[in-house]
Nanobody
Framework: EVQLVESGGGLVQSGGSLRLSCSAS????????MSWFRQTSGRERDFVAR???????DYTDSVKGRFTISRDNAKNTVYLLMNSLKPEDTGEYFC?????????WGQGTQVTVSS
């Protein structure tokens, strides 16, 4: 069974940092691009960052220079290091993998940035 489990969220002051983790099970992440999305209440999930199987990365404009996505295929885990956090970064953060057999999401981890 394909599973993605996010962790590392929490409450942090503006300017602080958090590192989110997405631990995968039931499959190997190594052939797949992996992504992070975030959702604030009442809105759709928005793209945050992606890392390909060749370690290329891209980010939504609002987090460029502050967030870093990385992957450790040996640990079957994807990370999102978030620095210089702002109140507008508040939201539920989700890990995602799109495979031929489906579009899989984790349960999310909440990040709250206080001003």
């Amino acid at each position: 069974e394909v599973q993605l489990v996010e962790s590392g969220g929490g409450l942090v002051q503006s300017g602080g940092s958090l590192r989110l983790s997405c631990s995968a099970s039931g499959f190997s992440i190594s052939p797949y691009p992996m992504s992070w999305f975030r959702q604030t209440s009442g809105r759709e999930r928005d793209f945050v960052a992606r890392i390909t199987n060749s370690y290329s990365t891209d980010y939504t404009d609002s987090v460029k220079g502050r967030f870093t996505i990385s992957r450790d295929n040996a640990k079957n885990t994807v990370y999102l290091l978030m620095n210089s956090l702002k109140p507008e970064d508040t939201g539920e953060y989700f890990c995602r993998v799109f495979r031929l057999d489906g579009d899989y999401w984790g349960q999310g981890t909440q990040v709250t940035v206080s001003s």
